[in-house]
């Protein structure tokens, strides 16, 4: 009996057709973005763990947790699997993405390579709060080291994360407007997040069965 043979397109395709099934199902269950994102202790409230993940970045590397957020606010409005809109060619035809930046953080190819490769792992992923916290804390004291911008500055930090260190240096941001206006928002947005978050930070430290006195203590 002859057995059907597999065309390589046709295997292509199925192969293309599986990861799209896989992807739109991880973007079902990733969690829904806060209805509140305006108050960082409603954000942390809906979602306790992501206090979890941006306190230890902030340990880690010395961003503050409510600089994290404002960030990744601005970034993707905390949608994990948000990507550039694609160009239409026509008006109609979806074209090519202007960037290949995706997830919280919206970190490009390149750099979240380099962030893999020197502080994440081989199951790092830009669709999880985790590491999306962990790469901005990355970024930003990669930023300090190379502009001297202090880890809290939040405009000057997010005008670097966007132009890059050696557009920042070059003074890049100063003919977009669009990135000045988008900085202002994210140090507006940290100041208020900063003073919401010292009015509860409390519910979220110690929370855990395992968090007890003295190897844990509120601020």
């Given at each position: ?90 008006g109609f035809i979806p ?125």
């Open positions: 009996m002859r057995l059907p043979s597999c065309h390589p397109g046709r295997l292509k395709q199925a192969g293309a057709a599986l990861l799209a099934l896989l992807l739109s199902g991880c973007a079902a269950f990733a969690p829904a973005p806060p209805e509140r994102q305006e108050n960082l202790c409603e954000i942390f409230r809906q979602q306790p763990a992501w206090y979890d993940y941006a306190r230890d970045a902030e340990e880690q590397w010395g961003t503050p947790i409510a600089t994290q957020m404002a960030f990744i606010q601005q970034e993707s409005s905390f949608k994990s699997h948000v990507r550039p809109p694609r160009k239409r060619i026509l074209g090519p993405r202007p960037s290949s930046a995706r997830g919280y953080a919206q970190a490009q190819d390149p750099v979240w390579g380099e962030y893999s490769d020197s502080a994440g792992s081989l199951f790092s992923r830009r669709t999880h709060m985790r590491y999306a916290t962990d790469f901005i804390g990355w970024y930003n004291a990669r930023t300090h080291r190379q502009t001297g911008i202090s880890l809290n500055n939040p405009e000057h930090l997010y005008l670097a994360y966007h132009e890059g260190a050696s557009g920042y240096q070059r003074g890049s941001y100063r003919q977009k407007p669009r990135v000045r206006r988008a900085a202002s928002r994210v140090a507006r947005r940290a100041g208020r997040y900063r003073s919401q978050l010292a009015s509860c930070r409390a519910e979220f430290q110690c929370r855990h069965f395992y968090q007890f006195w003295p190897f844990c203590r509120t601020d």
